[in-house]
């Protein structure tokens, strides 16, 4: 998505779906989508034709899988899904469903093809691949090919191991690549996505951020209404720095922007959040010192799920006590109260298991971690949008680059970067090391190069240390430096070793009851970007 000029435009609401028949790539198909200024959404193959037509979608597009169409218990494609007169592009294993489901053929050629291919294509009308060379490099990965394409469709484009590797039929708008052109090896790949979506399906791009800010502010006027008055978690970070100035467009000084301290917080930061943000976007700030809630709610506990659920719980009680604080008299003189604005992005949903048919990873504070007596009305206007997507929205509406380009704290702080119970003192010791780390990240000029380096304690981790000649027994402190597009994935920075050494003897000499310094060398997935 860019930050964009035609926002005068109204987005087209309906949505590209992209059905995922269990491919690696189906969320970066959705980001392509959205690149190519449309914009997406993902459901499971498990969806029904029925299903996926309800969604009222603009185009489909079919991705890749594991399995093989031919095999027993292979997701199928109906059919009827052909008949519905939506353009549909079909992906790799997409694309041999598609052929079969039409009446071609699908086969296990023993050709197997992984990584760059030739595709050749020569004449006819070209049709996705408009406007690209005859011969050009794609990256393929699959074991079975179309050997004959289903009546009615053009053969256009042939590899080594794939007779049919694209076809496409222009009257029903059906098309297919064997290949995958989401992924940035494919050298066209972007080009046949946007043939595809803007000259065969005839999408307009106007899914851009000056067009999301606009949708936003009117929904949120509807939502809130004239007089109603909102209050929103604020928390320093970007999210919800840019969720504060959509809803402060749309309802302007009825929202009051609310900053929970629970005593997670690493060190300054309460401070920084009260002079910057005020500076920079001159919104109404209410700090709510809430350290003994939640570090009382928190004693005795070390399981991650449940130090997230009660974090959760613990921010919407603060909410309720500081919108009683600040909304009173609105409320007695028959306002509108009761609305929450939340910073909440696609990937915190699609972790805490609300991406349709997505595994509950963890549950993020403001999504899975919310407890079920919640009595706000949510305002969410970043819940369909990923990172990136965010912070060309918040330059678009003119936030300085401190605050757009901020490296993102999770909500539930150093409550879940502390492994065992979170006390006080442990918290001390945490914030000590965290600050040295993000000092010295910051000295050697790195911030923008990384996208977070989380600081975590083992606090029920002990390892023998010499220190002073004298025996340590201590707690380890993990560097957990990542590099992401969208916190979807990451993978661990390599950052020089000149600055780990030195971040490790700070940490070491200044920081008491820590003794030695260990680094995260595991990409997301397997591993998470935070350690709970
Ligand atoms: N200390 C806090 N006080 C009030 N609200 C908070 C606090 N921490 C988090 N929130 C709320 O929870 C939401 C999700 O937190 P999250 O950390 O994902 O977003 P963020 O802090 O706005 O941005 P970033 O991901 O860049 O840190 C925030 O957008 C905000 O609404
Ligand atoms: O506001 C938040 N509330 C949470 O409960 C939460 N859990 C993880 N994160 C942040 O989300 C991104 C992905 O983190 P994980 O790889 O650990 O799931 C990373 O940027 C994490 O810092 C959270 N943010
Ligand atoms: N990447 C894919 O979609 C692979 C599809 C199928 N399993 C094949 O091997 O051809
Ligand atoms: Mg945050």
Not at 128 to 134: I, S, T
Not at 409 to 430: Q, S, W
Request: with cysteine; aromatic share 6%; charged share 20%.
């Amino acid at each position: 998505m860019n930050s964009s000029e035609n926002s005068a435009a109204t987005p087209d609401a309906r949505p590209v779906i992209v059905v995922d028949y269990g491919a690696q790539y189906a969320q970066l198909i959705a980001r392509r989508v959205r690149e190519a200024n449309i914009y997406s959404e993902i459901v499971p193959h498990t969806h029904s034709t029925a299903q996926i037509l309800a969604k009222n979608p603009a185009a489909i597009i079919l991705s890749g899988g594991p399995s093989s169409v031919y095999a027993e218990g292979a997701p199928n494609v109906g059919a009827d899904l052909f008949e519905a007169g939506v353009p549909v592009l079909g992906i790799c294993y997409g694309f041999q469903a598609m052929a079969k489901a039409l009446g071609g053929t699908v086969a296990k050629t023993g050709l197997r093809e992984y990584g760059a291919t030739d595709a050749t294509s020569e004449g006819g009308s070209r049709s996705v691949l408009a406007g690209l060379p005859e011969v050009q490099n794609v990256w393929m990965s699959h074991g079975d090919s179309v050997s004959e394409a289903p009546e009615g469709f053009e053969v256009l484009a042939t590899t080594a191991g794939a007779p049919v590797a694209a076809f496409a039929d222009a009257e029903r708008k059906l098309y297919g690549v064997q290949w995958h052109p989401e992924v940035k090896h494919s050298d066209y790949g972007q080009r046949v996505i946007e043939n595809f979506l803007h000259n065969e399906a005839g999408l307009e791009p106007v899914w851009t951020a000056g067009n999301i800010v606009e949708e936003h502010v009117a929904k949120i006027r509807e939502q809130i209404g004239e007089n109603g008055r909102a209050i929103c978690g604020l928390s320093g970070g970007v999210d919800s720095a840019v969720a504060a100035a959509i809803v402060q467009r749309a309802i302007g000084d009825r929202l009051t922007c609310v900053f929970v301290n629970h005593g997670l917080l690493r060190q300054d930061e309460a401070e920084q959040v009260e002079r910057d943000f005020v500076a920079s976007t001159g919104a109404k700030l209410y700090v709510a010192n809430e350290q003994e809630r939640f570090l009382s709610a928190l004693a005795g506990v070390t399981d991650p799920e449940e130090k997230r659920k009660i974090i959760g719980r613990e921010f919407i009680r603060a909410f309720e006590a500081a919108e009683a604080a600040v909304l009173n008299d609105a409320a007695a003189s028959g306002e509108k109260v009761g609305f929450l604005v939340q910073g909440t992005l696609y990937p915190d949903v699609v972790e805490s298991g609300g991406g349709e048919g997505a595994a509950n990873i963890k549950s993020h504070h403001n999504v899975g971690g919310l407890p079920e007596d919640l009595e706000f009305a949510l305002v969410e206007p970043l819940r369909t949008l990923f990172k990136d997507e965010v912070r060309a929205v918040g330059a678009e509406l003119g936030l300085p680059s401190e605050i757009v380009q901020r490296q993102p704290f999770p909500g539930p702080g150093l409550g879940i970067r502390i492994i065992g119970e979170v006390t006080e003192e442990r918290l001390e010791t945490l914030r000590a090391a965290d600050a040295i780390a993000r000092a010295e990240l910051t000295a050697a000029g790195l911030d923008q190069e990384v996208w977070q380096m989380p600081v975590v304690l083992l606090a029920d981790v002990r390892s023998v240390g010499v220190q002073g000649d004298g025996r340590t027994y201590g707690h380890p402190i993990v560097l957990r430096p990542v590099s992401s597009e969208d916190a979807m994935t990451a993978d661990w920075s390599r950052l020089p070793y000149d600055l780990l050494a030195r971040i490790s003897n700070r940490i070491t000499n200044e920081v008491d009851g820590v003794n030695r310094v260990v680094l995260d060398v595991t990409s997301k997935p397997p591993g998470t970007i935070e350690w709970e």
